[in-house]
């Protein structure tokens, strides 16, 4: 199991600099940060004044949804990833 777990961290080293490639972003952290990013402004974007006429049940269902995605971003995880795969 521990060399499945070490080739499985190599395979990642390899295909980090692809996986951030036309990204701006540096490491795994900084990525999460991004993501939670972009859902933070498709949230108030729900409640921008172009959405007036919209159901707000609506809106509330599409920002709860955002929410929770955010509340499931792997921020421990994807800073572990940084500290494995710095090394």
Request: aromatic residues 10%; charged residues 30%; glycine residues 6%.
């Amino acid at each position: 199991l521990n060399g499945e777990i070490q080739e499985f961290i190599e395979e990642l080293k390899q295909d980090r600099e692809k996986r951030f490639l036309n990204t701006g972003v540096r490491d795994y952290s900084e990525l999460g940060l991004l993501l939670y990013s972009y859902l933070n402004i498709c949230q108030n974007t729900l409640f921008d004044e172009h959405f007036d006429g919209e159901e707000s049940h609506l809106k509330i269902d599409v920002y709860n949804l955002l929410e929770t995605a955010k509340n499931l971003l792997p921020h421990n995880e994807l800073e572990f990833l940084d500290k494995v795969l710095g090394e």
